[in-house]
């Protein structure tokens, strides 16, 4: 990671996650336990890209997915009950997983960008199923 980069993704997280976070915690009902990555998500030659990318890729599926899980009160418990922690980083693995109260997103933040919608769907199934 160059200083582009860093300078980059520092930048998001001073200027863009905080109002990322909100909004999920309001999805949740509840504030949610993070842990990023973030120097694996600062991928070599794109850090132009991040203030697009990292909320398409990781916040904006994620953000969707718990308000559609939300939506009632049975949700509302289930995510306040069940979801303990969110971590997100890139390992290079691409998987998401859901064990144990364990949400781990682990994605390149510059692949399929803006297939948000079938992220948001695939963790959406994931979530419900181990709710």
Known sequence: MGLA?????KAFQE???ASLKKDLDKAAGKELLMEIDWDSLAVDDYAEQYDDYLPKVFFKPLIEALKAITF???????IQEGLKKVVIRHSGKR????ENGLLVLDLAPNSNVDYWEDRRNE????????L
């Open 95 to 98: 998987q998401a997983t859901f």
């Open 123 to 130: 963790w959406q199934k994931i979530l419900e199923k181990g």
């Open 5 to 9: 980069e860093r300078r980059a993704i």
């Open 15 to 17: 200027n863009k996650f």
């Open 72 to 78: 009632d009160e049975m949700g509302k418990e289930a």
